[in-house]
């Protein structure tokens, strides 16, 4: 069955600190795995896309890596902002089929002064 | 560049009656996706139409919900009659290509919906 799942579901940290979000995902043929934040009461917005070849993308502040062996993905904050504080969600994409998106159901993440 | 807008930001009603949400693409994308997020469920796709044609529906929940995509800058997601387990926020993205598969699908900032 593909499934996307992510870990913790809600992570609190105080603001300058690093944090790192999990993905992990049964989800297969593999396309691409995406990571997108969504502020409250905003749409989803994309960070990074990464294919099968690619184990590590940077947008700024957010670097994720993508374990296609182990079928895991992180999303690593570092020096996090009180504007971070959001949903992050994880997102995979099979090669096959019309419906081909599977989403996990987020990480929320609250940075505090 | 305006982004995805979508209409209306909320909307409150009784059970039974009709709703329709609406939304606008960007410009030049040919792929419009409807999707529902709920505390338990998170994001679900409903419906995806790649060049104003349902690709698949089989997302939507039951016979009523429907859409359209009568052109390229307009789509309309129709509830009727509504139930109080259709309350979510119901976002429209869009995309350049085929499908979601390849490129960032580019989301609205939602309609949400309480039916009471």
């Known amino acids: 069955k593909n499934q996307v799942e992510q870990s913790p579901q809600s992570l609190i940290i105080l603001e300058g600190k690093n944090c790192t979000l999990q993905?992990?995902?049964?989800?297969?043929?593999?396309?691409?795995l995406r990571w997108y934040k969504q502020d409250t009461g905003r749409g989803p917005v994309s960070l990074t896309i990464?294919?099968?070849?690619?184990n590590t993308k940077s947008n700024g502040r957010y670097t994720a890596t993508l374990d296609a062996d182990t079928k895991q993905s992180s999303l690593h904050i570092t020096a996090s902002q009180l504007s971070d504080s959001a949903s992050y969600i994880c997102?995979?994409?099979?090669?096959?089929?019309?419906?081909?998106?599977?989403f996990g159901t987020g990480t929320r993440l609250t940075v505090i002064p | 560049d305006a982004g995805v807008i979508q209409s209306p930001r909320h909307e409150v009603t009784e059970m039974g009656q009709e709703v329709t949400l609406r939304c606008k693409p960007i410009?030049?994308?040919?792929?419009l996706f409807w999707y529902r997020q709920t505390m338990m469920r998170g994001l679900e796709l409903l419906i995806y139409?790649?060049?104003?044609?349902?690709?698949?529906d089989s997302g939507m929940p039951e016979d009523r919900f429907s859409a359209k995509m009568p052109n390229a800058s307009f789509s309309t997601l129709k509830i009727q009659p509504s139930e109080p387990r259709d309350s979510a926020v119901y976002f429209c993205?869009?995309?350049?290509?085929?499908?979601?598969?390849?490129?960032?699908?580019?989301f609205g900032d939602g309609t949400r919906l309480s039916i009471l």
């Open positions: 139409f790649n060049n104003n044609v349902p690709i698949d």
């Open positions: 410009s030049g994308h040919n792929s």
């Open positions: 993205a869009s995309t350049k290509g085929a499908s979601g598969r390849n490129q960032p699908q580019h």
């Open positions: 993905c992990n995902y049964t989800v297969s043929p593999f396309s691409n």
């Open positions: 990464m294919t099968f070849s690619e």
């Open positions: 997102v995979v994409s099979i090669q096959t089929g019309a419906n081909n998106l599977f």
